[in-house]
């Protein structure tokens, strides 16, 4: 059950040669900040926003648009990840305090007209947007070819990744700007009566703080605010007061796995996810899929969800952030281990338990050996359905091989 109440911010530090300064913080009315400037700041550094703790398979992003015009008026900041998933940003600097549900039922607006969209039409006012603020006639392929390499196949697989997206409404709606104090429950109102849109909706609040050893530097922490608590993920410098300046982003935080549980509201990532592995293989491995991430959430493991597949891994019980992996489900019905050795070198710990964790696992299905090359490794790819047969005494390897680590750090702590 989630209890409501008043959230209570405290005041950060800066700490250098043992000297601890208080940040002051900038209201972000003052004159100097305008919902352009916070627009113009999230467009040239999209990290700043903390999207993989709201739908991983959202990001990264990739700034494809801003003041995008559509018939329900102007999208304030549009993103794409590189496999064609849409996210749509509405700033908001909360001088109305009438405005807060406004705001809501506006980017829902947004998403509904975006649904009816084609990815043609959607590509020409990414082009329209491109000509305004970057002197360009860049569409959305060129923008996520800047991003990273894509082959001509790819083009047309992301295209209809993006046609599928827009048809059924699968966004994630960001809400991005200072002092929001209403939370997601407050506006369950406007989200009821959007039944046909599949997306997620985040709030983020920025707050700007004076570097005390410079202020003209600023520092921005970003909080995400979700169903049950606020969390702040991660802390963003940006100098000489200029949103076009690169930006720093440090993400030094242990990771919060409270409240995962198997009853959790499934992702717009998730859904997806189990749709084209259906298509991909059958009714039962599909279940069977479902199933083990059920375990995965129940026993207080990470999921990562990744273009086609989503890892299971256990985080450093030492507060490192690092991240163990245990096994993959892809979403073409297969199921294997990705190597291990060098997340546990990264904590000082023997590569041989990777070794060993590999080579238990891998006895356990037929005709499936330890890779000679890579050790702590498969020979080769299951599928999920070989799992099924051995799926308890699997799961008990698992347990072991983190058994197994967590002492080694505790031994070396």
């Known amino acids: 059950m989630t209890q409501k109440g008043n959230r209570q911010q405290g005041t950060p530090y800066f700490l250098t040669n043992n000297e601890s300064l208080k940040m002051e ?8 900040f305008q919902e352009n400037w916070l627009q113009n700041l999230i467009h040239n550094n999209p990290q700043i926003l903390p999207i993989d703790d709201i739908e991983s398979g959202f990001a990264p992003l990739i700034s494809i648009g801003r003041e995008i015009s559509t018939s329900v008026g102007f999208v304030d900041n549009l993103y794409i990840s590189p496999n064609g998933y849409i996210t749509i940003v509405e700033t908001k600097l909360w001088r109305n305090p009438e405005a807060k549900r406004e705001v809501v039922g506006q980017i829902i607006d947004y998403a509904k007209e975006l649904s009816s969209w084609t990815f043609s039409k959607l590509n020409e006012g990414v082009i329209k947007s491109s000509q305004t ?9 060129e923008l996520i070819k800047d991003f990273e390499d894509i082959e001509e196949i790819e083009e047309y697989k992301i295209i209809d990744n993006i046609e599928r997206n827009l048809k059924r409404g699968r966004f994630l709606l960001l809400i991005v700007g200072d002092g929001i104090r209403e939370s997601v429950e407050d506006m369950i109102d406007f989200l009821s009566n959007s039944p046909q849109i599949q997306f997620t909706l985040g709030l983020v609040e920025l707050q700007v703080y004076k570097n005390p050893n410079n202020e003209k530097d600023w520092i921005v922490i970003p909080n995400l605010i979700t169903r049950t608590r606020e969390i702040t993920r991660a802390i963003i410098k940006i100098e000489n007061s200029n949103p076009n300046s690169t930006v720093t982003l440090e993400t030094n935080f242990k990771e919060d796995v409270i409240n995962k549980s198997p009853t959790s509201r499934s992702t717009i990532t998730e859904d997806d996810f189990f749709e084209q592995l259906k298509q991909n293989t059958d009714s039962e491995t599909s279940e069977f899929a479902k199933r083990i991430l059920n375990d995965a959430k129940v026993n207080g493991h990470l999921i990562d969800w990744n273009q086609g597949s989503f890892a299971v891994k256990h985080l450093d019980p030492d507060g490192s952030g690092q991240k163990i992996s245990l096994f993959v489900v892809d979403r073409k019905g297969l199921f294997y281990h990705m ?9 000082g710990l023997p590569t041989d338990l990777a070794n060993e964790y590999a080579l238990s696992t891998a006895k356990l299905l037929k005709d499936m050996k330890q890779n000679p090359k890579i050790p702590d490794t498969w020979s080769r790819y299951a599928k999920i359905l070989e799992i099924k047969p051995i799926y308890s005494q699997f799961l008990e390897k698992v347990e072991q091989f983190i058994r197994q680590v967590d002492e080694k750090i505790k031994a070396t702590a």
Do not use: A, V, W
């Open 25 to 32: 913080r900038i209201p972000l009315d003052e004159k100097f």
């Open 133 to 141: 603020y970057n002197k360009n006639t860049k569409g959305i392929i």
């Open 339 to 347: 190597s291990t050795g060098h997340q546990l070198k990264r904590l």
